[in-house]
C-alpha cells in the first residue's frame, strides 16, 4: 500500500482513537488502490470516511458493507479514470454518501440491495446513468445534483416487481440525452422500473431527450410537485404493467406531451391524476410520440381538477381504441387546445364520464368521440349533439 504518512494517519491511526474519524486528502494522481484502502479499514471499524477536498482520479471502486462517506460539497470530486463505473455498493443497509461529486464514467453511482440516504451530491458527464439503484430496501435519494449525462439521470429499479420504498426528492435533473438510442428506456431524467412504493416529489427536471419522470411497471408509486421544462416526448409518463399510481400537484411547462398513463393493453391500471398544470404541449421530438397533448389515460383513472393550456392536438385524451375502462374527468380547466377533450367510442371501449369541466378556446372542437386517431361523432359539447351511450356529459361549460 503506498500511503503517504499523513494518508495512512488519517485511514489507519486516527480510526483507533476514534472509529468515526477516517480522511483521505487528494493528490491529484491515480488514488484507485489508496482510497479503496481507505473505504475498507472504515468500513471494516463501523466508521465514517472523510474525502478532502480537491480532485481524486479513481475507477472501479466498490464496498460491501454499511459506512458514511461525506465529502465537501462541490469541492470534493471523485472523476473517473476511463468508463469504469466509480463507485458500486453492494448490501449496504446503512449507508450514506454526502457532499461527492462524481464526475464521468460508465455510472457514477450504483447501487444494490442497499438503503439508507444518498444526499447532497452532484453526478454529470456520465457515459450511461448518474445514480443506478437497484433492488433497494428503505433509500433515500434527496438534494443531489444531476446533469448532463448520457442516457439516465436517476435510476430506480427492482428485479422483479416488488415493494421498494425509495424516495427521490428535492433533486435537480437537467440535461439528460439518451446517447444509447432507444425508443425510451434512455433520455430519462428519473426512470423507474417495476419498483413499488416508490416516491418522486418535488424535484426540478428539465431538458430531457423522452420523459423527465417514466414509471414503467411500477405499482403503488406517487409523483408529487414536481416542475418539469422542456422534455422531448412526454414528461410524465405512466406506462405498462403498473397499478394504482397518483401523478398530482406538477407544474409542466413547454414540453412535447404532458402526462400520459398509459398500457392498458399490459395491465396498466388504476390511477388519480390531479391538481396538474400544463402548459404549452407542442408535439413530441421522438419517434414514439409525434402530437402534442396534456393529459392521457386508458383504464380505471380519475382525471380532476388539472388546468391545461395551450395543448397543440388535445387537452384531455380518454381511452385509445377498446382500450378504455371507467375513465373520469372532472372539474379540469382546458384552455386554447386543438381539441379540449377526445374520448375514444370504439366498439369494446368502456364507459367515460365527463362532468364540471371548462373547456375553452378549443381550435377544432371543444368534446369529440375518436376511433383511434380518426373522428366519429360532431362537436359533443353543443347543445344538439347527439351523445353515444359510452360517455355521460354532465354540467359542462363551454366557451369559444
Not at 29 to 55: F, Y
Request: proline residues 1%; neutral net charge; hydrophobic residues 40%.
Amino acid at each position: 500500500m503506498n500511503f503517504s504518512r499523513r494518508s495512512l494517519l488519517s485511514a489507519g491511526a486516527a480510526l483507533a482513537a476514534t472509529p468515526a474519524a477516517a480522511e483521505i486528502i487528494a493528490n491529484g494522481a491515480d488514488q484507485t488502490v489508496e482510497l479503496q484502502a481507505a473505504i475498507d479499514h472504515a468500513a471494516v471499524n463501523g466508521g465514517l470516511l472523510r474525502l478532502g477536498v480537491g480532485k481524486f482520479l479513481v475507477a472501479g471502486l466498490n464496498l460491501k458493507s454499511s459506512l458514511q462517506i461525506e465529502g465537501v460539497a462541490g469541492q470534493t470530486r471523485l472523476v473517473a479514470l476511463g468508463s469504469m463505473d466509480i463507485l458500486s455498493v453492494e448490501g449496504a443497509q446503512h449507508l450514506g454518501i454526502s457532499g461527492l461529486t462524481f464526475e464521468g464514467g460508465g455510472n457514477g453511482l450504483v447501487l444494490r440491495n442497499c438503503g439508507g440516504r444518498i444526499s447532497g451530491n452532484a453526478f454529470l458527464l456520465q457515459e450511461k446513468t448518474g445514480l443506478f439503484a437497484l433492488d433497494s430496501r428503505g433509500l433515500e435519494i434527496s438534494g443531489n445534483h444531476v446533469h448532463d449525462i448520457g442516457n439516465n439521470g436517476i435510476q430506480v429499479w427492482t428485479s422483479e416487481k416488488r415493494e421498494d420504498g425509495t424516495l427521490v426528492i428535492n433533486n435537480r435533473v437537467e440535461r439528460i440525452a439518451a446517447k444509447a438510442g432507444g425508443s425510451g428506456q434512455n433520455g430519462n431524467g428519473i426512470n423507474i422500473y417495476k419498483a413499488g412504493q416508490v416516491m418522486v416529489a418535488n424535484n426540478r427536471i428539465a431538458d430531457c431527450h423522452f420523459s423527465a419522470i417514466r414509471n414503467n411497471a411500477g405499482n403503488n408509486c406517487q409523483i408529487l410537485g414536481n416542475n418539469i421544462s422542456r422534455t422531448g416526448e412526454v414528461a410524465i409518463y405512466v406506462e405498462f404493467a403498473f397499478e394504482g399510481v397518483v401523478v398530482s400537484s406538477n407544474m409542466i411547462d413547454d414540453v412535447g406531451f404532458g402526462i400520459s398513463i398509459t398500457n392498458f393493453n399490459e395491465g396498466g391500471r388504476l390511477a388519480v391524476c390531479s391538481g396538474n398544470l400544463v402548459r404549452n404541449a407542442k408535439g413530441g421530438s421522438t419517434e414514439g410520440v409525434k402530437i402534442g397533448g396534456g393529459i392521457y389515460a386508458e383504464a380505471d383513472t380519475l382525471v380532476s381538477g388539472n388546468v391545461v393550456e395551450n395543448a397543440k392536438d388535445v387537452g384531455i385524451g380518454l381511452g385509445w381504441g377498446a382500450y378504455a375502462r371507467n375513465l373520469s374527468a372532472q372539474g379540469n380547466l382546458i384552455r386554447v387546445c386543438g381539441k379540449g377533450i377526445s374520448v375514444s367510442v370504439t366498439e369494446g371501449a368502456g364507459p367515460s364520464y365527463l362532468a364540471n369541466n371548462v373547456i375553452s378556446g378549443s381550435k377544432t372542437a371543444a368534446i369529440l368521440g375518436m376511433d383511434h386517431r380518426e373522428i366519429v361523432t360532431d362537436d359533443l359539447g353543443k347543445v344538439d349533439a347527439k351523445v353515444p351511450e359510452l360517455i355521460q356529459l354532465k354540467d359542462n361549460v363551454i366557451r369559444a
